[in-house]
């Protein structure tokens, strides 16, 4: 079989070094990939924006499933120009997508499935969304409504932070058309999981929970970033939640769905909350693989990932689908460029991937570049080491030693990747 994969990040690397150990898959492209993945991936020279030139490409090399990394080109509606050239590709239809694609959308069918989620309201008009401003206690929660490249989102700890946030989407458009509509929601408290599952338009397989650390300093200091580390399992989320999860959560939105005639084909992640009385709020829904979840999830996946999508791209049951996961705990650190998420430099060698790594432990590429056999840095997440260890303990040491190898100037990372686990 041959697979397209779309995008270039640590989570694309992943889902290529997953599905190559699959006996069913010959080759993988990659559009348009990273430094770490030319290794083993073929380049595809076509502009990854330009998604009809995309599905030309997969037509003319009989591609038999592109998977898709990020939620752009599905929210663009890459599976519909995909599907129509009879062409088969794991990710929802635009319509679907729109449950990354609005945050209104998503309370919509949430509202609909009997999901809990955040009290809350949606305004178009920003004098409403002040007024209603007036009436909360605070923190409150600001979203755009659209995608803001995970920036659309401020926890205002107070009236006149929450009015500057809703003047900066609504009057000042800083994210553009994504703040026209806004959502304004309490603050809920206790922890986070990210829960993905693999879906197939009525069944959904859900993978081993992760947990992300989402601001660039230690102790969960600082801005947001796309996720700075990543461990799989999570400890304090116990297997009933997670079957919970599937029955509450993923089960009734594939139903709903499908009855409003927007079947749900690729992966939905849940970012959950689970509060203090171990309650569980659905607080978004992505329609994609996480990043930098699926570098903690997939080294403990055991089977034919490939079968997996394949026959989720197809619409096929998965009812039959027991999933494996190694007995393993797996701990992945992202290493950033100096000054990520703002502005940082770029083009710097990175060193040290030559040197053997520890059993089970992987580098996965992000903004990395190959220039004759030279790596240099070409983003803000430039890399992330995963490592599988008998506790998470064993595996957060095995991912720091080996982190240690490898050197670009303005190198960070978190130097506290899985201890809120507690473990
Ligand atoms: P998002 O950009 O939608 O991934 O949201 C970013 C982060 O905002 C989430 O991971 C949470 O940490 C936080 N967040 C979103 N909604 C809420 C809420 N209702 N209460 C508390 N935190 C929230
Ligand atoms: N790591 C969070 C995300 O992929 O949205």
Not at 73 to 89: H, N, Q, R, T, Y
Not at 151 to 169: L, M, P, R, S, W
Not at 374 to 394: I, M, N, P
């Amino acid at each position: 079989m041959k697979v397209l994969i779309i995008g270039s990040g640590g989570r694309e690397h992943a889902l290529a070094w997953k599905l190559s150990q699959s006996p069913q898959v010959k080759e993988i492209y990659c559009a348009p990939g990273n430094g770490g993945m030319r290794g083993f991936c073929i380049p595809v020279c076509v502009d990854v924006k330009d998604l009809k030139s995309l599905a030309v490409f997969a037509q003319k090399k009989q591609i038999d499933l592109t998977v898709v990394g990020p939620e752009d080109p599905l929210v663009e509606g890459i599976s519909d120009i995909f599907k129509a050239k009879g062409l088969l590709i794991y990710g929802p239809s635009k319509n679907a997508a729109m449950l990354e694609g609005s945050k209104d959308f998503t309370r919509q069918i949430c509202s609909r499935s009997g999901i809990k989620i955040a009290e809350g309201r949606t305004f178009t008009v920003i004098s409403q969304a002040l007024a209603y401003l007036d009436k909360q206690s605070y923190p409150v929660v600001i979203k755009a409504d659209g995608l803001a490249a995970g920036k659309g989102v401020t926890i205002a700890q107070n009236h006149a932070q929450a009015v500057a946030a809703v003047k900066d989407a609504m009057e000042q458009k800083i994210f553009g058309n994504a703040g026209n509509k806004i959502v304004i929601e309490e603050f809920l408290k206790g922890y986070e999981v990210s829960v993905l599952s693999i879906c197939s338009g009525t069944d959904a397989v859900v993978l081993a929970p992760s947990q992300d650390h989402k601001r660039i300093f230690d102790h969960d200091k600082g801005p947001n970033t796309g996720g700075m580390g990543t461990f799989s399992p999570v400890p304090a989320f116990s297997p009933q939640q997670l079957q919970w999860t599937k029955d509450h959560i993923f089960v009734p939105v594939l139903k709903t769905m499908l009855n409003q005639g927007m079947p749900y084909i690729g992966t939905l992640f849940a970012g959950l909350m689970v509060l203090e009385d171990h309650d569980i709020r659905v607080l978004e829904f992505n329609v994609r693989f996480g990043d930098p979840e699926t570098q903690a999830i997939l080294p403990r996946f055991q089977g034919d990932f490939f079968e997996m999508l394949y026959r989720a791209s197809k619409g096929e049951p998965l009812t039959d689908i027991s999933l494996k996961w190694a007995e393993e705990s797996c701990v992945c650190v992202v290493a950033a460029s100096s000054g990520y998420p703002g502005s940082y430099k770029k083009g710097f060698e990175i060193k040290g991937l030559d040197q053997p790594l520890e059993k089970d432990c992987t580098v996965f590429h992000a903004g990395t570049e190959k220039k004759q056999d030279r790596l240099f840095t070409s983003g803000g997440r430039v890399l992330s080491v995963a490592s599988l260890g008998k506790d998470l303990k064993e595996a957060k040491e095995k991912s720091y030693r080996a982190l240690k190898q490898i050197h670009f100037d303005g190198m960070y990372y978190r130097t506290d990747i899985s201890d809120k686990a507690g473990i």
